[in-house]
């Protein structure tokens, strides 16, 4: 089993950027496929970003391409979500998400595929 621990959630304004870190512990992190999905209030959680074991295959949802960049760092244990030039829209509670796979280069983008998730950080973009 593997524990994640979000954060560098917070307020910004409109344009701005944030760092968010997801801590994993307990397993071979390199062994699982990670994302980050985030979820507005009355909406369900959706699909933001995914890397590959190896960090050489990644897959981001339309709304966030060239703006968000998820990047991991397999000797700290650590996955990443840049995201630059926040939008309101981008207001929720952003959770990441592991599920180990056999291959290196899988990208896991469905909800219920990922077993593991974080307890989430908050992000808030004012207009």
């Known amino acids: 089993q593997v524990r994640l621990v979000e954060s560098g959630g917070g307020l910004v304004q409109a344009g701005e950027s944030l760092r968010l870190s997801c801590a994993a512990s307990?397993?071979?992190?390199?062994?699982?496929?990670m994302g980050w999905f985030r979820q507005a209030p009355g909406l369900e959680r959706r699909f933001v970003a995914a890397?590959?074991?190896?960090?050489?295959?990644?897959y981001y949802v339309d709304s966030v391409k060239g703006r968000f960049t998820i990047s991991r760092d397999n000797a700290k244990n650590a996955v990443y979500l840049q995201m630059n030039s926040l939008k309101p829209e981008d207001t929720a509670v952003y959770y990441c998400?592991?599920?180990?796979?056999?291959?290196?280069?899988?990208?896991?983008?469905?909800?219920?595929?990922?077993?593991?998730w974080g307890q989430g950080t908050q992000v808030t973009v004012s207009s």
């Open positions: 890397i590959s074991r190896n960090g050489r295959s990644t």
């Open positions: 998400a592991a599920e180990p796979t056999p291959a290196e280069f899988v990208i896991v983008r469905i909800t219920s595929d990922y077993d593991y």
């Open positions: 307990g397993r071979t992190f390199s062994n699982y496929s």
